[in-house]
Nanobody, 122 residues
């Protein structure tokens, strides 16, 4: 079992930045593919970014060039740096962990955090 706790959400104006963090409870954190997903009101959950244990990353086209995912395997933490935020980035952001490849497919992730709200005003 892995527990994930996100932090760092908040309210920001368009063009601003926020940094999200997600701390995992397991010491084997480095073995997990870690992902960030988001869900806006009335919409389905969507993939934002993922990072493999090797450090390889993948991004949704909508966030590419603006968001950066990174991980610190010593601190059991994954980060999402979000720059040049847009009102359409408003959503609850979820951290997730996968042992089966992860990537952009949500149902490959067995463990999910409780989510953190990000609101971008225009």
């Amino acid at each position: 079992q892995v527990q994930l706790v996100e932090s760092g959400g908040g309210l920001v104006q368009a063009g601003g930045s926020l940094s999200l963090s997600c701390v995992a409870s397991r010491r084997t954190f480095s073995n997990y593919v870690m992902g960030w997903f988001r869900q806006a009101p009335g919409k389905e959950r969507e993939f934002a970014a993922a990072i493999w244990s090797s450090g390889s990353t993948s991004y949704a086209e909508s966030v590419k060039g603006r968001f950066t995912i990174s991980r610190d395997n010593v601190k059991n933490t994954v980060y999402l740096q979000m720059n040049n935020l847009r009102p359409e980035d408003t959503a609850v952001y979820y951290c997730a962990a996968s042992t089966v490849g992860g990537g952009s497919v949500g149902n490959r992730y067995a463990y999910w955090g409780q989510g953190t709200q990000v609101t971008v005003s225009s």
